[in-house]
C-alpha cells in the first residue's frame, strides 16, 4: 500500500506525543523496567527509542497507545527478532499498554484513509 503524505504524518509520533510517551514510561525502557531478558543488554546507559506496537510498515499509528519507551538493545530485539522473541515481546508490549489503557484495541491503531 502506498503510502500518502497524510499518511506518513499519522504514522510517525510527533514532539507532543514522544514527550507524553516518554513520562508516562518514566524515562525508562519498559523491557529494561520489567528486567526482560538483560542478558541481551550491554550494560552500558543505552539511547533509548520509541517503540511501535503496531509497526508503520502495517500503517500503525504515531500515537500513545501504540508506543512505548524501548532501548535500542531491546527495541532491535523487538523489531529484527532473531532471537525468537518477537512475540513474547509484543505479548509483553500488549500488556503494558492495556495497564494503561484499559479500552485499548488494537484496530483503533492502524491508519484507515477515511477513519480522519
Known sequence: MAKSHKATRKLQFDQKTRKRIRERDHGECIYCAMGYHMEYISGMIPEKDIMHFIPRSQMGLGIEQNGALG??????????????????????????????????????????????
Not at 505479548?91 to 480522519?116: G, I, N, Q, S
Open 71 to 116: 532501548c535500542r538493545e531491546h527495541h532491535d530485539l523487538l523489531d529484527n527478532g532473531n532471537k525468537g522473541l518477537r512475540q513474547e515481546m509484543l505479548a509483553k508490549f500488549e500488556t503494558y499498554l492495556r495497564a494503561h489503557y484499559p479500552e485499548w484495541d488494537r484496530e483503533t491503531l492502524v491508519y484507515r484513509k477515511y477513519d480522519f
